[in-house]
């Protein structure tokens, strides 16, 4: 097992200085690996003896188990990463899982909020909260979220230097450590400096207590210093229901999505929402172009001089 767990975190580490891998995705890959790792214990193996009967039992294991096909494509990609990387340091002669083409993972519609119901949302936001301030750190919040799309790791660990100034556009630190420039709705603006007054006055008393100002914008006690993910999860759901929107029906990614599929339902590029939201290969972005196909149909239903 110890052997296993240094291989682990060597690999780990390689990813993180070659790829920049967020804290996230390590811990990600770490707990696939791990999960692997417990299945060769109880087939007397370790990661260095599995073979490629192995694999395809553990993957097996999964389905059984019912895993989601998502779920078992990523467990076996962490497996073959572990394994190219094993071979390429000579920790290991064969890679056993070379030739192993697992499930492919389904590329599912993301669900998606309509205009009417992010304006309920944002409406909402600024009545969430005990207090003037928490209710515009609330709509703070939500406005830049829906007027960037950025990622919620993104948004929660955002640096406060990159609202000074009444910026016309906000720079995103995302995947990988990769940079992109997002403008910002006159909303969300207004919005930021309502709240930056805010922040100096809690900061301010802060210094006089003798403690460190917080370089982000939304602070927390949390051990990361800044909103946690699953309290800004949390916060959406509590944001559904002043709406009266199902929260079963709100994520904090859905945000995202609707930032994108809002912007091409109006005639936004696709190439220009991948920039915007960082993604690396537009095949991802392209997943929103069920808008279009909903926009076509309208069209041609309203339109066609047979349709009706």
């Known amino acids: 097992?110890?052997?296993?767990?240094?291989?682990?975190?060597?690999?780990?580490?390689?990813?993180?200085?070659?790829?920049?891998?967020?804290?996230?995705?390590?811990?990600?890959?770490?707990?696939?690996?791990?999960?692997?790792?417990?299945?060769?214990?109880?087939?007397h193996k370790k990661l260095i003896t599995a073979t490629r009967a192995d694999i395809e039992a553990f993957i097996i294991n999964l389905e059984s188990n019912g895993m989601a096909q998502a779920t078992r494509a990523r467990r076996l990609s962490a497996i073959k990463q572990i394994y190219r990387y094993g071979f390429e340091e000579s920790l290991i002669t064969i890679n056993p899982s070379s030739?192993?083409?697992?499930?492919?993972?389904?590329?599912?519609?993301?669900?998606?909020?309509?205009?009417?119901?992010?304006?309920?949302?944002?409406?909402?936001?600024?009545?969430?909260?005990?207090?003037?301030?928490?209710?515009?750190?609330?709509?703070?919040?939500?406005?830049?979220?829906?007027?960037?799309?950025?990622?919620?790791?993104?948004l929660v660990s955002l640096p406060v230097a990159s609202v000074r100034g009444n910026p016309q556009m906000l720079l995103i630190k995302g995947k990988g450590g990769k940079d992109r420039l997002v403008p910002l709705s006159t909303p969300a603006k207004m919005a930021i400096a309502a709240y930056l007054v805010d922040?100096?006055?809690?900061?301010?008393?802060n210094r006089l207590k003798g403690k460190i100002t917080s370089k982000y914008l939304f602070p927390s006690?949390?051990?990361?210093?800044?909103?946690?993910?699953?309290?800004?999860?949390?916060?959406?759901?509590?944001?559904?229901?002043i709406a009266e929107i199902s929260p079963n029906k709100v994520s904090p990614h859905t945000l995202r999505h609707a930032f994108a599929s809002h912007l091409l339902a109006n005639g936004a590029d696709l190439r220009v929402i991948q920039m915007l939201l960082g993604h690396a290969d537009v095949a991802t972005t392209e997943i929103y172009t069920h808008v279009l196909d909903e926009k076509l149909k309208s069209l041609v239903f309203n339109h066609h001089p047979l349709a009706n």
Request: proline share 3%; glycine share 4%.
């Open 199 to 205: 922040w100096e006055i809690v900061q301010e008393k």
């Open 99 to 154: 030739e192993i083409k697992g499930p492919k993972p389904k590329r599912t519609l993301p669900s998606n909020l309509s205009e009417e119901d992010v304006n309920k949302l944002l409406e909402a936001s600024t009545k969430a909260g005990r207090s003037p301030e928490k209710k515009r750190r609330s709509s703070c919040l939500m406005q830049i979220l829906y007027a960037t799309g950025m990622r919620v790791s993104e």
């Open 221 to 241: 006690n949390s051990q990361l210093g800044h909103l946690t993910r699953i309290r800004f999860y949390i916060f959406i759901k509590e944001i559904c229901l």
């Open 1 to 43: 097992m110890k052997q296993d767990t240094i291989w682990i975190e060597g690999f780990l580490e390689a990813i993180h200085a070659e790829r920049n891998a967020s804290e996230n995705t390590l811990l990600a890959y770490r707990r696939d690996l791990l999960a692997f790792c417990t299945f060769l214990r109880q087939r």
